[in-house]
Nanobody, 114 residues
């Protein structure tokens, strides 16, 4: 129904910024709720941020005030703007789309290190 491809990950210094993108194809993007998850080595996958089809956003406490989730339905793309990055943000970040079923991207690596 929908295919997701994340991009924008990489190596960044503490305090730096990065913008992740989630490009969707194969379905009507605007009807899906979108979430970003992350998984660090040795840890469980955790929810980072979500945005509804109507544009209402929610964030994990650990990223509140630093990360911003957004979507551009005309481009079939969701974003995660990450500012003031910390080493603790290092993880593989995954895009998730949900309506009735759930779909996952392949993930993109974010490494925060000096």
């Amino acid at each position: 129904q929908v295919q997701l491809v994340e991009s924008g990950g990489g190596l960044v210094q503490p305090g730096g910024s990065l913008r992740l993108s989630c490009a969707a194809s194969g379905s009507i993007f605007s009807i899906y709720a979108i979430s970003w998850y992350r998984q660090a080595p040795g840890k469980q996958r955790e929810l980072v941020a979500s945005i509804t089809s109507g544009g209402s956003a929610n964030y994990a406490d650990s990223v509140k005030g630093r990360f911003t989730i957004s979507r551009d339905n005309a481009k079939n793309t969701a974003y995660l703007q990450m500012n003031s990055l910390k080493p603790e943000d290092t993880a593989v970040y995954y895009c998730n789309a949900y309506r009735i079923n759930q779909y996952w991207g392949q993930g993109t690596q974010v490494t925060v290190s000096s």
